[in-house]
């Protein structure tokens, strides 16, 4: 599995010319190969795998969009969430015959639907990149290589299937949280619950960026967790193996439900591995789930890998945690538990040690108060998602004590920002 994700890396070294990374890095991996691999036979099928990878990477970047740059007229469905904004809607399009989708930004009004089938009309170009973000390979992540800057877009006919209910759903639950919760608390319940950045003030979401916290406003492993303790709950009557099919699907459902990021289902399919080895009576061994799950999300998509930086930190700040853990466990054995502070501690220092390079090299930030802040916020995180859910479901008599938390985290986090300039 690793080899196949060295063959990913390496052939987008080379297609980009960047011959110097390629040759340290097959340097590098020569001086494993040959340290570790002791017979020809493990040798060969360590080769096939780098070159599985160098190819799958290769043929990804293939597509039939370029026939259709220009001024246009094409009929397809839209395949994806539809983005909602203050003045506008991007609806992302799966072209009829064509392999490869297409951005469409339209209007505001009318908003359709994931899976409706439309007519659109406007001039595709191709995506470049926008000062110093890769726009054009933020795009290609997500296999779109056209866009569509100001298009017309008419329904032609209304979708249904699981995907429109599943986002139905979530559009029914989000206008609920916000009738419950004002702003700005209620945009960040919603990016706690679901993983929702668009309606957080720009203000807050700097003041997250500058003290180290924008992960608490993507969804992770935790979020997987709760859904599968809560589903196990709810089911707790049934034995052991109809519990893990009900997680399994609860999981799934879920990571579409919050839009199925890159990060989220790297941490769905580890769930549904630990969830497969308890229906198996197995053994759940982390580092396997990891690679797979990295594995079978890249033979998926292989641009994953080099183009998703989101990605990129959740793989690794997963493998500090299972890496460092045990050893700064050791480290503060003396320091008491105190309302989860410690936990904080220790799971912050074990995440940064991998994911700080990938933070500077592409954000160009270095946030120094980053353990403080986690230290003082982790611990309120999971409290203020409880009761932020059950405020949702009962109303505000639950939904008060979120709120309280929700404030003082704000207040935290503001306090923290102005501390580190």
């Not at 908003?111 to 990149?129: I, L, N, Q, T, W």
Request: proline share 3%; glycine share 10%; aromatic share 18%.
């Amino acid at each position: 599995m690793s080899a196949f994700l060295f063959g990913v890396f390496a052939c987008e070294m080379y297609l980009v010319g960047d011959m110097m990374k390629v040759f340290i890095f097959v340097f590098v991996g020569l001086g494993v190969f040959l340290r570790f691999i002791d017979t020809l036979r493990v040798g060969g099928i360590v080769l096939f795998f780098v070159l599985f990878g160098w190819w799958k990477f290769d043929a990804s970047l293939e597509n039939d969009v370029g026939a259709l740059i220009g001024e246009q007229q094409f009929v397809g469905e839209i395949c994806d969430e539809v983005d909602v904004r203050s003045d506008k809607v991007k609806y992302t399009i799966c072209v009829d015959g064509i392999d490869g989708k297409v951005l469409v930004n339209s209007s505001r009004y009318p908003v359709y639907e994931c899976g409706d089938r439309v007519f659109v009309k406007g001039e595709v170009e191709v995506p470049e990149a926008i000062e110093d973000f890769d726009y054009d390979k933020y795009l290609q992540r997500y296999e779109i290589y056209g866009v569509v800057y100001r298009g017309n877009v008419v329904l032609r006919e209304e979708g249904s299937g699981l995907l429109k209910w599943v986002y139905f759903g979530k559009q029914k639950f989000e206008t609920r949280l916000f009738d419950v919760f004002p702003e700005p608390t209620g945009s960040f319940l919603a990016g706690l619950l679901l993983g929702s950045r668009r309606g957080i003030p720009p203000q807050l979401m700097e003041q997250f960026n500058a003290t180290g916290l924008t992960h608490i406003i993507a969804i992770s492993g935790y979020n997987i967790t709760l859904v599968i303790v809560l589903v196990g709950a709810m089911f707790k009557v049934f034995s052991r193996r109809i519990r893990v099919i009900f997680s399994s699907v609860f999981v799934v459902l879920f990571v579409f439900l919050v839009g199925a990021s890159a990060a989220v289902v790297r941490a769905g399919i580890m769930g549904i591995i630990s969830l497969m080895a308890l229906y198996f009576g197995r053994n759940y061994f982390v580092w396997i789930a990891l690679f797979a799950s990295a594995f079978f999300m890249n033979l998926w998509n292989p641009k994953i890998l080099v183009y998703d930086v989101g990605f990129q930190l959740s793989f690794l700040a997963t493998a500090g945690i299972i890496t460092f853990v045990p050893v700064f466990e050791k480290w503060f054995k003396g320091i008491g538990e105190f309302f989860g502070v410690k936990e904080a501690l220790i799971m912050t220092l074990s995440a940064q040690i991998f994911t700080l390079p990938v933070i500077v090299w592409n954000f160009s930030r270095f946030a120094w108060i980053s353990p403080l802040s986690n230290v003082l916020v982790l611990p309120l995180i999971p409290w203020a998602m409880l009761f932020g859910f059950f405020g949702v479901i009962f109303g505000k008599s639950l939904g008060v004590f979120a709120y309280i938390i929700l404030k003082i985290v704000v207040l935290i986090v503001d306090f923290l920002a102005w501390l580190s300039g």
